[in-house]
């Protein structure tokens, strides 16, 4: 079975500029969860979709963060402007169906913002 | 804020020797889960246990969790250098928990030499 793939792995842009991030979750996963994980901290929860729509956006940056789940299966994460502060990994995770279960994680982007 | 801490921050054991890491948390929780993450890497999930469960084994790992102290633990017994990673615990929130959201400690950075 295909893993969580994302892309791109590593990402450099100068701040005020936009970035996309992309992640395929594993097929037949109806819960996507979106990551932040700054160097040196767990992960912390920015938007968590259950198919196409949204169930906790609480911790998402909405001035610059924007995520969508278009059609319940590939999500984009774009973040625009970026700020300097944004440089961490961002991991994106999905599972069967979300209620207290496993998460299975793809490799992450790693965004520098310079 | 945190609602998984992972205690302690940092360990360094010789292969072959016993690796303990705690976890604290501080609401009422539904499940609790351990995860690890190699350097550069997605999390890999390692174990789940569930609230009305105790002790937990898989292969090498045994959890155990003491709801009463709000606490878990992650041992990892004859340790190998392919054990070096960050180990995490992640919580639900309990009964405000909406949709299987995850929270993160900051993890036990885990040094195995050979």
């Known amino acids: 079975e295909a893993g969580v793939a994302q892309s791109p792995r590593y990402k450099i842009i100068e701040k005020r500029q936009s970035v996309a991030f992309w992640c395929n979750p594993i097929?037949?996963?109806?819960?996507l969860y979106w990551y932040q994980q700054i160097l040196g901290q767990g992960p912390k929860l920015l938007i968590q979709?259950?198919?196409?729509?949204?169930?906790?956006d609480s911790q998402l940056p909405k001035d610059r963060f924007s995520a969508e789940r278009l059609k319940g299966v590939d999500s984009t994460l774009k973040i625009q402007p970026a700020k300097l502060e944004d440089s961490a990994v961002y991991l994106c995770?999905?599972?069967?169906?979300?209620?207290?279960?496993?998460?299975?994680f793809g490799p992450g982007t790693r965004l520098l913002v310079l | 804020s945190q609602q998984g801490e992972e205690d302690p921050q940092a360990l360094s054991i010789q292969e072959g020797e016993n690796a303990t890491m705690n976890c604290s948390y501080k609401t009422s929780i539904n499940n609790l889960q351990w995860y690890r993450q190699n350097s550069g890497r997605g999390l890999v999930h390692l174990i789940l246990i569930r609230s009305n469960e105790r002790e937990k084994h898989s292969g090498r790992l045994r959890v155990t969790l003491d709801t009463s102290k709000k606490s878990s633990s992650l041992l990892i017994t004859a340790s190998r250098a392919a054990d070096t990673a960050s180990y995490f615990c992640?919580?639900?929130?309990?009964?405000?928990?909406?949709?299987?959201?995850?929270?993160f400690g900051q993890g036990t950075e885990l040094s195995v030499k050979p």
């Open positions: 979709f259950q198919n196409n729509g949204v169930v906790d």
């Open positions: 992640a919580t639900d929130a309990g009964i405000y928990n909406q949709g299987g959201k995850l929270i």
């Open positions: 097929s037949g996963h109806a819960t």
């Open positions: 995770a999905s599972s069967f169906h979300g209620l207290q279960e496993t998460q299975y």
